[in-house]
């Protein structure tokens, strides 16, 4: 099978939502100094690390049958 490998921009849309995970575990001490602004960081961020592994598929993918 000829398997595409990761690129970079599916590791960095990991580590982007490794980092969101992260702003999601510390949302209480957040919210106490952003207020709304930290559930608005936190979308923006998922935002972008999603984008980030969408973007990397070249292709539709192959279901089996």
């Known amino acids: 099978m000829n398997e595409d490998k990761p690129t970079q921009k599916f590791w960095l849309g990991n580590a982007v939502l490794a980092v969101a995970l992260l702003l999601l575990l510390f949302m209480g001490q957040l919210w106490e100094v952003m207020g709304v602004g930290a559930m608005v960081l936190w979308g923006l961020v998922v935002a972008v690390g999603v984008y980030l ?13």
């Not at 592994?53 to 049958?65: A, E, H, T, V």
């Open 53 to 65: 592994l969408m973007n990397d598929k070249n292709k539709p993918p192959s279901f089996p049958g």
